[in-house]
Structures are given as C-alpha cells and as structure tokens.
C-alpha cells in the first residue's frame, strides 16, 4: 500500500492477499482503500482481490510465539512478511496470527495500551520508545532485559531478540495491550 497512487510513493504498509478491505475510491487505475484495522492507502486496481475476505477467527496463541517466527527476517519499512517487516508490523503481525486485531503503527499501538511502571512488566508486554502518545519504536519485552523487535540501526537489519540496553532510543515506556 502506497501513501499516494504513485509506485514511488512511499509504501506504508502491505495488505495481505485474503485481508477485507474496503475501497473509499478510484483513481486512474489506482483504488484508495481502508483495512480491515482501519488503515488508509492506494493499491493499483488489479492488486484488489474478490470481495468477502475474513480476519484470522481468535484462537489460543503467544503473540510472543508468533513473532520469534520472523527472526532474523530482514527489517522493511511498511513490510508485513517474513520478507520484510518493520516494528510495529511485528506486533501487529503476531497478535494477528492468533486472530486479535490491533492497530499497524507504533504510535497507535501505544495509545490502544495501557502504560504501566517497567517493575510490572511481563513478558509480550510492550516497549514503547519516543516521545509520550509518539512512539517511533516497539518492541515485545522478554523479561530479564531483552526485547524481541525489527530494527534497522547501524549493524542490524532484521527481526532480533537482544538486550534492551542496546537500543539507545530514549524516552521509552513499558504498556499492555487490552486484547480480546
């Protein structure tokens, strides 16, 4: 999904082949659609499945399970795939896959969360990095210190579990995401 019915524009996230969208218009073989979480964007027209698409049913599942599956599966931008994912793709991806729907970007991950103090952080809780009600960053916290999260700073380029003190984004909080 591109930010404008352009191919250079920027991609902003991907909708995977079987995600409900609703197309909001059309445009010189470009549809401007809407996910199923709410998330606008232009596809070319003949990118658009049949209609009647379904989200994953809920299911028992660790988010945290789901997303150790991406590591070491290169950091992209806007990527939803083994083929490349970006950090709130991660989160947004693992709860999916165990059929929980929460939002794409980091920013809007955090304000769907609840912040609370780092002593009563569990692991699959949240690390949000970046100004209060702006996190740039996230990360699935593993407890004693590390994090799981896609990152792409200098000499990193992948989904990878690693201590927390190595990412010196700052401010950061801890939050819970209230799925059900």
Known sequence: MRAAPDDSS???TQALAG???TVDERRDGWARIRTGYDYPGWIREEALGPGDAQLPTPRDGDPVAEARSYLGAPYEWGGLTERGIDCSGL???AYRRVGRLVPRDADQQEAAAIEIDEAEAQPGDLVCFGEPGKANHIAFWLGEGHILHATARAGVNAVVEEPLDSVDERPMRFVRLEVF
């Open 10 to 12: 920027e991609q902003v």
């Open 19 to 21: 995600e409900p969208l």
């Open 91 to 93: 989160v947004h991806m």
